[in-house]
Nanobody, 122 residues
Framework: VQLQASGGGLVQVGDSLRLSCAAS????????VGWFRQAPGKEREFVAA????????YYADSVKGRFTISRDNAKDTVSLQMNSLKPEDTAVYYC????????????????WGQGTLVTVSS
């Protein structure tokens, strides 16, 4: 599975942004997908994940209520809708895929996209 993240950019505090993760390869619909982010000088952290069917989602406490993860298996895409953005959301965002169930650990994911930069300016 190959992943391509897109949709990042420079926004203001309180703005919204929608990231997309496009997949190529076989049976993407059998993979759980997670979004992670990494700010300068910090470790990569979990943001959100969605099960293969889309029926289960999981969020980091820091984004719960502001971010929404969804997927369209017919189009092999996963989206991350980010609302009420804060300066601390500034990071490079990565999408990743794994077989079986969702996980908040980056070590559990087998495939990674290249990342897209989100900058939230105050």
């Amino acid at each position: 599975v190959q992943l391509q993240a897109s949709g990042g950019g420079l926004v203001q505090v309180g703005d919204s942004l929608r990231l997309s993760c496009a997949a190529s390869g076989r049976l993407f619909s059998s993979y759980a997908v997670g979004w992670f982010r990494q700010a300068p000088g910090k470790e990569r952290e979990f943001v959100a994940a969605i099960s293969a069917s889309g029926g289960t989602t999981y969020y980091a406490d820091s984004v719960k209520g502001r971010f929404t993860i969804s997927r369209d298996n017919a189009k092999d895409t996963v989206s991350l809708q980010m609302n009420s953005l804060k300066p601390e959301d500034t990071a490079v965002y990565y999408c990743a895929a794994k077989r079986a169930g969702i996980s908040s650990s980056p070590l559990a994911y087998d495939y990674w996209g290249q990342g897209t930069l989100v900058t939230v300016s105050s």
